[in-house]
């Protein structure tokens, strides 16, 4: 029993030695700069927190568990007329820092306060960025880590070599990349430009022109609002077209199948087909010329049988939406029947 207590007292001592480590480097620093005005990080290590919620001024707190941070790191703040900035530059070469452990113990953060309406650049080598509640243009750029966005009322553009993309509720242009992870958007009031080529993508609510594209996993969109252009070389493809959208676009696929939502009663051209399944459409295409598969007296009538290719009108035809997949099956389906599917 005595030896019992005796190990657990040792457990939680190292739990507050550790904790106190972790602190060995703090340092926080206030910025002049007023709304309307821009702040920028360019840093070789670190995550990044930015929050949009200052009235006027930017407080940048940076902490790591390193006691040495300064003897491997430049850290410097500059603040001009309309600008804030913070630079962090490794000393010496990068084998320096790898024979000293730095790549592999360092767990540099900073935490960085803005007002909301501020332009804002982000650029790190050595972690994730996340930020929210900003009026204005956010540029996120890091090689080692994810993307986390929230509460944008102007332009993003983001990129990651090594991690996912997650953004919520975004008025204005997107667009984002990543190498190394899924995306997951809700929420987009502009046009969305959105690849990776290691995840799938997950999009909910986009009112413009929207392109995704990934080589690594599947892509689910619902609530487009505008023209589509999806493509997946590693899983299948679904778009849920929302009310009134007769903008028509692209799906495309060559691992796995396509499904297509549309609103009955937009006027559309489709063009589908397929070398990996059939071709069905629950909604009334009037075909043009023979349909591959079926008998040549079904020109200019509604289709709805299977077949490996489609071309014809909905509701006297319009722009073209084109669906085209080596992977499976195409479906075309009404988008308020997709529910009970």
């Given at each position: 029993?005595?030896?019992?207590?005796?190990?657990?007292?040792?457990?939680?001592?190292?739990?507050f030695l550790e904790a106190s480590i972790r602190a060995d480097f703090r340092t926080e620093r206030r910025l002049a700069l007023e709304p309307g005005g821009t702040f920028s990080l360019d840093s070789d290590v670190g995550g990044v927190t930015l929050t949009g919620d200052s009235t006027a001024g930017v407080t940048v707190t940076?902490?790591?568990?390193?006691?040495?941070?300064?003897?491997f790191y430049d850290l410097r703040f500059e603040e001009?007329?309309?600008?804030?900035?913070?630079?962090?530059?490794?000393?010496?070469?990068?084998?320096?820092?790898?024979w000293a452990g730095e790549w592999f113990n360092d767990d540099t953060h900073f935490a960085i306060r803005v007002p909301a309406r501020t332009t804002v650049d982000l650029n790190t080598s050595g972690g994730s960025i996340e930020a929210s509640r900003l009026t204005g243009r956010l540029g996120l750029r890091t090689s080692g880590g994810s993307l986390r966005?929230?509460?944008?009322?102007?332009?993003?553009?983001?990129?990651?070599?090594?991690?996912?993309?997650?953004?919520?509720?975004?008025?204005?242009?997107?667009?984002?990349?990543?190498?190394?992870?899924g995306i997951d958007i809700v929420d987009v009031r502009g046009d969305l430009r959105a690849t990776t080529s290691g995840g799938g993508i997950d999009i909910d609510g986009v009112s413009g022109e929207l392109y995704a594209s990934?080589?690594?996993?599947?892509?689910?969109?619902?609530?487009?609002?505008?023209?589509?252009?999806?493509?997946?070389?590693?899983?299948?493809?679904?778009?849920?077209?929302?009310?009134?959208?007769?903008?028509?676009?692209?799906?495309?696929?060559?691992?796995?199948g396509l499904r297509a939502e549309l609103d009955?009663?937009?006027?559309?051209?489709?063009?589908?087909?397929?070398?990996?399944?059939?071709?069905?459409?629950?909604?009334?295409?009037?075909?043009?010329g023979a349909v591959q598969?079926?008998?040549?007296?079904?020109?200019?009538?509604?289709?709805?049988?299977?077949?490996?290719?489609?071309?014809?009108?909905?509701?006297?035809?319009?722009?073209?939406?084109?669906?085209?997949?080596?992977g499976g099956g195409v479906r075309i389906l009404g988008a308020r029947s997709s529910a009970s599917r």
């Open positions: 029993m005595k030896r019992a207590k005796v190990l657990l007292l040792l457990l939680v001592g190292m739990a940076v902490t790591s568990d390193r006691e040495d941070f300064d003897d001009s007329a309309g600008r804030a900035s913070v630079i962090v530059k490794r000393k010496g070469s990068w084998l320096r820092g790898f966005v929230e509460e944008i009322d102007g332009p993003v553009d983001g990129k990651t070599s090594g991690g996912s993309i997650r953004m919520r509720r975004i008025r204005g242009d997107v667009a984002i990349n990543t190498s190394g992870g990934t080589s690594g996993g599947g892509v689910r969109i619902r609530e487009a609002g505008g023209r589509v252009e999806a493509r997946s070389s590693g899983g299948p493809v679904t778009v849920r077209f929302a009310a009134g959208n007769n903008h028509g676009g692209l799906l495309s696929s060559s691992g796995g009955p009663s937009v006027a559309l051209t489709i063009d589908a087909s397929t070398s990996g399944g059939d071709v069905e459409s629950e909604l009334p295409v009037t075909t043009r598969n079926d008998s040549a007296d079904w020109p200019s009538k509604p289709f709805r049988k299977p077949t490996t290719s489609l071309q014809g009108d909905l509701n006297g035809g319009g722009e073209i939406l084109r669906l085209r997949t080596s």
